[in-house]
């Protein structure tokens, strides 16, 4: 029973998490609006130490956090809609073989599909996965989800957020790093041989191992039109 829940979420990941990469995922620029706007309570923050220290305004947080849970909300229903959407492939794959090896090679080529065809059906949204030490080179993180992901880090807090981008919001849902990522993710010297050869092959320039246990691993980011 065990040992199925964790191939079942070893896989999971893979197809969730480990395996999409939008090619259409150009991020929108930031708009000017935003980096002007001094937002958010942690800004609100700093900026009364600023005041106090005459530290240079441009220390000041460019992300414009907004707390409307009706916003949350609907990009957690596109998040969690494009991975139900991906689910049943994944258990397919998972009963073909519960090795992460074949899962490995799985990765790239269907979950890239499928993201795209997510992102193609439903107007307007856009899904996309992003790390601060990413693997795929195309998942590369642009200025706002490098803060919001250091934000993660530092309250070390894993509940979604929601981001004003100008036209459009940005709902980031944090990921934990579990027991299950570590076969791709964990220490260089525990990940099996096979599927690190296999790393190195595809992704020579793979920032994405050496994570730890409960670690923020990356970001499931929806962006929607107002
Ligand atoms: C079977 C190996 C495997 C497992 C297990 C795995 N991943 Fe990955 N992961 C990958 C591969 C391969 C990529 C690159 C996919 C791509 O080309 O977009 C990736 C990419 C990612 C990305 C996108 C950012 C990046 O690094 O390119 C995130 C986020 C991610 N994985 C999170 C997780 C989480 C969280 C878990 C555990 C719940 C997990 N992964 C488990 C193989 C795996």
Redesign the pocket.
Known sequence: MKKKFYIA??L???L??????PDNSTPIPESKEVTQKVVSHNVVQNSVVQDMVETPKKTVSKVKYIDKPIVTEEGMLYIKGFMGSIKPTLNSALKQDGN?VT??ST??SM??QMTNEYNNITNGVKIR???L????P??KPDETDKEVMYRFQAVNDFKPVAVDMGNTYRVYKP????A??L???GSKSDINPK?AKM?QK??PHD??TDFKLGEL????VAEFKK
Request: charged share 15%.
């Open positions: 979420s070893g999971l990941s893979i969730l998490m480990g395996c999409n990469n992460h899962a490995m990765c790239s979950a890239t996965r992003t790390a030490k990413y693997r795929n195309k998942n990921l934990k790093t579990k299950s990522c076969y791709c993710h599927i790393i595809k992704y920032l994405a691993r990356g970001v499931v």
